[in-house]
């Protein structure tokens, strides 16, 4: 079967401010004797997993996850709570799920170690009266992502326990018991468990009942085809009443930040037999024999939301929203590999950026095939100064986006 998607854009963005370091300045990458502006994968990921538009991929008829540290406490201790549940057993019986689930962390070990003190000195008759605090929101180390099968899994089971109404001092040994081996197997074999974009973007987790997901889709951090172009803005806001006194000229602020301009090279790899693995819940060897339909609806939408969805930072100022001017795809067995290098040396901006991105991208196409001979079967899609790209690309033509998209989604059916 063809096992890679490789997926190669090109888009053009004026006057914006893409991805932010933690300094406030745009993302940067040095490549090639040049400071490059830079936009990272995980920002991509995140724009393209949260987009609700034409062709989202929460359109799909899929569950998707829920990536939070507090998803225990807003989505089971809390519509515990709304169902009449005492707040100290919704607490407990969760806590003691997530202890199950996930593995007890650091900070739940350090409080139990501090709880049995307490129990110690009380039996000694030197506690201190409590303190009544508010409880802190259940929470784990790190972010976790869960999908909605597990997490309405989870409540379910959760009710089950509550409604029980089992001492505090013994709910972790009625927790065990109750998950069970059969517990933990039936979440373990839930359709669709961790959710689609876990199933996309991957997840990590220590637990031994949690499936732990590589991700099937591979992003490589975008970055621009020509040396950084950048400048500083300066900005006022007017204070409106302010204005109004004679003499005062109505500045209620100045400040400046940084706006850049470029045309960024972006790369997606989409390997299809673990994409297949991970969405039917069979092994990676036997991805041929999986059903592809939803697989192929994911390559599809995954096309158009490479080339359509931007980055969103500073909406309100920016606008930076732009589709993409190429989109080169390419399907087949052979080892992956970016087409960065073709703008190793950066590319002259003038007098046409595109044109001479277009014919440095030709040409290392070229030489690759040269080098290392075709492979694969590929489509394009693009506008601007094209003449030189269909032969050098080796397509028999230019298509529509939509017949790309649809093309890539062939490519995974037809396995």
């Not at 004797?33 to 359109?59: I, M, N, P, Y």
């Not at 694969?376 to 033509?397: I, N, Q």
Request: hydrophobic share 40%; proline share 4%; with cysteine.
């Amino acid at each position: 079967m063809n096992r890679f998607l490789q997926i190669h854009t090109l888009t053009s963005y004026p006057a914006t401010l893409l991805n932010r370091d933690d300094a406030g300045f745009a993302k940067r990458l040095p490549f090639g004797g040049a400071v490059r502006t830079r936009v990272s994968s995980q920002c991509l990921k995140k724009h393209w997993r949260d987009f609700k538009g034409e062709g989202a991929l929460s359109g799909l008829d899929v569950p998707m996850s829920v990536r939070s540290r507090f998803t225990f406490d807003e989505l089971v201790v809390k519509p515990l709570m709304k169902e009449g549940v005492r707040v100290e057993l919704a607490r407990a019986v969760t806590q003691a799920l997530m202890d199950e689930v996930l593995g007890k962390s650091a900070k739940a070990k350090e409080a139990d170690k501090k709880e049995a003190e307490e129990r110690a000195t009380s039996k000694k008759g030197k506690a201190e009266p409590a303190k009544e605090t508010e409880a802190e929101p259940l929470q784990t180390g790190q972010i976790t992502v869960l999908g909605w099968p597990e997490v309405e899994f989870l409540l379910g089971e959760a009710r089950k326990i509550c409604a029980k109404k089992p001492d505090l001092t013994e709910v972790g040994k009625v927790v065990s018991d109750a998950l069970g081996r059969d517990g933990k197997e039936n979440l373990k074999t839930l359709k669709h468990a961790a959710g689609l974009d876990a199933a996309l973007f991957g997840r990590m987790v220590t637990s031994d009942i949690l499936a732990r997901g590589d991700a099937a889709i591979h992003v490589a951090h975008a970055f621009t085809v020509h040396g950084e172009a950048s400048e500083s803005d300066y900005f006022s806001a007017v204070d409106d009443l302010l204005a109004l006194r004679d003499d005062e000229m109505g500045s209620g602020h100045i400040g400046s930040s940084e706006l850049t301009s470029g045309l960024f090279y972006g790369y997606v790899v989409l390997d299809v037999p673990l994409l297949l693995s991970n969405l039917e819940g069979v092994k990676r060897e036997d991805a041929a024999k999986a059903n592809h339909d939803l697989a192929a609806q994911v390559a599809e939408r995954l096309v158009k939301l490479v080339a359509t969805v931007s980055p969103g930072a500073k909406l309100g100022s920016t606008a930076p929203h732009s589709y993409a001017h190429l989109v080169f795809v390419e399907s087949g067995n052979a080892q992956p590999r970016t087409l960065a290098n073709a703008f190793l040396r950066p590319v002259a901006e003038c007098p046409d950026l595109l044109d001479n991105s277009y014919v440095a991208l030709a040409a290392h196409v070229r030489d690759i095939d040269r080098m290392y001979g075709p492979s694969g079967m590929r489509r394009l899609a693009a506008m601007g100064p094209t003449k030189a790209l269909p032969d050098a690309l080796r397509v028999e033509k230019l298509e529509s986006l939509a017949d790309v998209a649809t093309w890539a989604a062939g490519q995974v059916r037809s396995q």
